[in-house]
């Protein structure tokens, strides 16, 4: 069996007897007797019943007392409990474990970020692309710079399958649109190693892989991306070839990739 270090357990105890302290009791039919409670919240067997586990376990948990859960409890231990993300991820974290991965990206950008986007209107190029590598907000002076987004084709707002068409070429040159196919078709390899059965990115490595060469030869090179700054050369539809230096900072709860192209000295 493998134990948490000692400070870990104390402090995976004494979360699980906040949150527990923090759940309402469960509501009892209006003609009984309103049980008494010594405590606020659910009684540790509540509680244990709930994540399917005995009390005796659930007791030597919130003791520091047991050997790490399994994922499966605590899972069963986040849902028992009702933990938002944050709360589950963070019980993970104090148990030893990397928190789950999200099954997909959230289909949402938040209404802060829109808002951030339309104040860099006249400022900056700003894009959000999800972990599906699907483009799904730039502002306006990102479409100025890149293109309104499209909604034709299944694949048009995808930043992988965009690297491998004649934009590309055209908007980053002939150097600039090898590196990048390089670095798009890491990132494939990443976001499927993240979503390994979505068939989305499945159908996209499908299609590639048929009808590029350029990909069969990069995929063949094994790489997962990790480069989140650039240099980039891009070339605006009427100033010209401009040089950005290119950020990309990540919204991990939603898994949405902010990027921003900030004017290179």
Same mark, same amino acid.
Request: charged share 25%.
């Given at each position: 069996?493998?134990?948490?270090?000692?400070?870990?357990?104390? *402090?995976?105890?004494?979360?699980?007897?906040?949150?527990?302290?923090?759940?309402?009791?469960?509501?009892?039919?209006?003609?009984?007797?309103?049980?008494?409670?010594?405590?606020?919240?659910?009684?540790?067997?509540?509680?244990?019943?709930?994540?399917?586990?005995?009390?005796?376990?659930?007791?030597?948990?919130?003791?520091?007392?047991?050997?790490?859960?399994?994922?499966?409890?605590?899972?069963?231990?986040?849902?028992?409990?009702?933990?938002?993300?944050?709360?589950? %991820?963070?019980?993970?974290?104090?148990?030893?474990?990397?928190?789950?991965?999200?099954?997909?990206?959230?289909?949402?950008?938040?209404?802060?970020?829109?808002?951030?986007?339309?104040?860099?209107?006249?400022?900056?190029?700003?894009?959000?692309?999800?972990?599906?590598? *699907?483009?799904?907000?730039?502002?306006?002076?990102?479409?100025?710079?890149?293109?309104?987004?499209?909604?034709?084709?299944?694949?048009?707002?995808?930043?992988?399958?965009?690297?491998?068409?004649?934009?590309?070429?055209?908007?980053?040159?002939?150097?600039?649109?090898?590196?990048?196919?390089?670095?798009?078709?890491?990132?494939?390899?990443?976001?499927?190693?993240?979503?390994?059965?979505?068939?989305?990115?499945?159908?996209?490595?499908?299609?590639?892989?048929?009808?590029?060469?350029?990909?069969?030869?990069?995929?063949?090179?094994?790489?997962?991306?990790?480069?989140?700054?650039?240099?980039?050369?891009?070339?605006?539809?009427?100033?010209?070839?401009?040089?950005?230096?290119?950020?990309?900072?990540? %919204?991990?709860?939603?898994?949405?990739?902010?990027?921003?192209?900030?004017?290179?000295?």
């Amino acid at each position: 069996m493998v134990f948490m270090p000692t400070t870990n357990r104390a *402090d995976f105890g004494k979360y699980l007897r906040h949150q527990r302290a923090m759940m309402a009791p469960p509501k009892q039919p209006a003609d009984w007797p309103a049980p008494r409670r010594r405590v606020p919240g659910l009684r540790r067997q509540e509680l244990a019943e709930a994540a399917g586990i005995s009390v005796e376990y659930y007791t030597r948990l919130e003791q520091g007392r047991a050997p790490r859960p399994s994922r499966e409890v605590l899972t069963a231990l986040a849902r028992a409990l009702g933990l938002t993300a944050a709360e589950r %991820d963070h019980l993970f974290r104090l148990a030893g474990e990397l928190p789950p991965e999200p099954l997909a990206p959230d289909s949402e950008i938040r209404p802060g970020l829109l808002r951030l986007l339309r104040g860099l209107d006249d400022t900056l190029p700003v894009t959000v692309h999800n972990g599906r590598l *699907d483009v799904m907000a730039r502002n306006a002076a990102a479409a100025e710079l890149l293109g309104p987004l499209s909604s034709a084709g299944r694949y048009q707002r995808n930043i992988v399958h965009q690297g491998f068409t004649a934009t590309a070429r055209r908007i980053l040159g002939d150097d600039g649109a090898h590196q990048y196919t390089r670095w798009a078709t890491a990132e494939l390899r990443s976001a499927m190693g993240r979503y390994p059965n979505d068939q989305y990115l499945r159908s996209l490595f499908t299609e590639l892989s048929a009808t590029s060469a350029t990909f069969r030869s990069h995929w063949a090179q094994g790489e997962v991306t990790a480069g989140r700054s650039a240099v980039k050369h891009l070339r605006h539809p009427s100033r010209g070839l401009l040089t950005f230096q290119s950020e990309m900072l990540h %919204d991990a709860e939603r898994d949405h990739w902010i990027v921003i192209y900030a004017p290179a000295e």
